[in-house]
């Protein structure tokens, strides 16, 4: 048994209702929700559009290997709505979106799979909400906790937690 640490968000549609279903979906297909972040709101990263996301992380205890976590993952987005323009940066408004962050404290470098994710620790919108669940959980390159990851990072993006 493996914890994997996934970030959800989205801006298109009923977010609340996308980050809902894909929870349902993750613990049907890959595994147990062990914890949950409170959801928060985020304007964009990466891309120029008005509508803001909502993001979520989820620690989900699972048995499975780390390509068929991805797998699950890419089928739940597809599910849900989530299409890709191909435009190249991946950066773009959508249904839902799931990235695994951490498997456990596997380090994971292949083309299609990279863990942990490399840019989180550029990123408020997966810090503030990871740090909900795993505050104290030390990156297995950077050797810091997420606690001290979010303290040293220079992102200045909006993020806030929604009551």
């Not at 928060?40 to 699972?62: D, I, K």
């Not at 840019?119 to 408020?124: A, D, E, G, S, Y």
């Not at 979010?150 to 929604?162: F, G, P, R, T, Y």
């Amino acid at each position: 048994m493996e914890t994997v640490y996934l970030c959800l968000g989205g801006n298109v549609g009923d977010t609340h209702d996308y980050l809902n279903r894909a929870i349902g979906l993750i613990e049907s297909q890959i595994g147990t929700i062990a914890q949950s972040s409170g959801i928060y709101q985020s304007e964009p990263w990466g891309l120029e559009c008005s509508q803001w996301f909502l993001n979520q992380v989820v620690a989900v205890e699972t048995e499975l290997e780390p390509h068929a976590v991805l797998e699950h993952c890419l089928q739940i987005e597809s599910e849900l709505g989530r299409t890709r323009s191909g435009n190249g940066n991946g950066y773009e408004p959508r249904t839902i979106d799931i990235d695994i962050i951490f498997f456990g404290h596997q380090i994971i470098s292949l083309p299609d799979l990279q863990v942990p994710h490399p840019l989180m620790h550029q990123r408020n919108f997966v810090l503030r909400p990871l740090c909900d669940v795993a505050a104290d959980f030390v990156h297995p390159v950077f050797r810091k906790t997420v606690h001290q990851i979010l303290a040293e990072c220079d992102d200045n993006a909006i993020v806030k937690q929604l009551k």
